[in-house]
């Protein structure tokens, strides 16, 4: 416990899912988490369930304008950001015959587009020290029939990281992506059962992981325990993409 004690965090896309419970188990190690949705009710809900020092914001994260605005907030209010956490993201299906100008456009815009000026708005904010995590996906290193354009996006963000970390270790700041493969969502549970165990078939611990599995990385990466790890991707796909 407290292992962000006195740490000001922020995560885009923080109510629902994974970025829930990385908002949860951030404000249990003692860091004052700032988390976002575009929906107020999904900020209702997910600010009762957290325990801690919660601090919801309404934005729509694909906007520039709404980066700035959340930022001029925190830094009113915090005056710093310790740790960054980008999950904000969408995935949509479409075969290289479908793929329309707009079905690229809004993935790259929330994927790629979204994490850069977030991160480009926050730095400001950020001293020696600070830990940026990336929530990336296993599809940025295997084809999914469907979804090119959202596993592209994925592989960018990769890329990110590693130039990113270049760019700016000399400022003590530390840029890692956490990569999940399948995750017991609420989506995921309301998927058919012949679907959920086809995609349970292919992993071998032979199960789904939970969305707090998932921020258990998330802290060890935002935390001071990985102070020598940057650049990286870890893996949460329960051996997936290595057997």
């Known amino acids: 416990m407290n292992r962000l004690e006195n740490k000001v ?76 956490v980008i999950n904000a993201g969408m995935a949509e299906y479409a075969t290289l015959d479908d793929v329309t100008p707009a079905h690229f456009d809004s993935i790259f815009n929330l994927n790629v587009r979204s994490p850069l000026f977030a991160l480009q708005a926050a730095l400001p904010l950020m001293k020696a020290g600070t830990s940026v995590v990336l929530i990336g996906s296993i599809a940025d290193v295997i084809g999914t029939r469907g979804y090119g354009v959202y596993g592209a996006s994925k592989a960018a963000l990769r890329s990110f990281a590693r130039t990113w970390t270049g760019e700016l270790a000399a400022r003590g700041i530390r840029i890692n992506v956490v990569a999940p493969g399948p995750v017991d969502t609420e989506m995921m549970q309301a998927a058919s059962e012949e679907l959920r165990n086809g995609i349970i078939s292919t992993i071998p611990l032979a199960r789904m992981a939970t969305t707090e599995e998932v921020a258990n990385v998330a802290l060890f990466l935002a935390s001071d325990e990985s102070s020598y790890v940057a650049g990286a991707e870890i893996c949460v796909d329960g051996g997936l993409t290595q057997v």
């Not at 009710?41 to 009762?48: F, K």
């Not at 919801?56 to 960054?84: F, K, M, Y």
Request: charged fraction near 20%.
């Open 9 to 84: 965090a922020l995560v885009l896309g923080g109510a629902k899912g994974i970025g829930l419970a990385i908002s949860q188990r951030f404000a249990r190690e003692g860091a004052t988490t700032w988390f976002t949705s575009r929906r107020s009710e999904d900020l209702e809900t997910a600010s009762q369930t957290i325990t801690g020092n919660a601090r919801p914001l309404r934005a729509d994260v694909s906007q520039l304008s709404e980066l700035t605005r959340i930022i001029d907030v925190i830094n009113g209010e915090s005056g710093q950001i310790d740790v960054l």
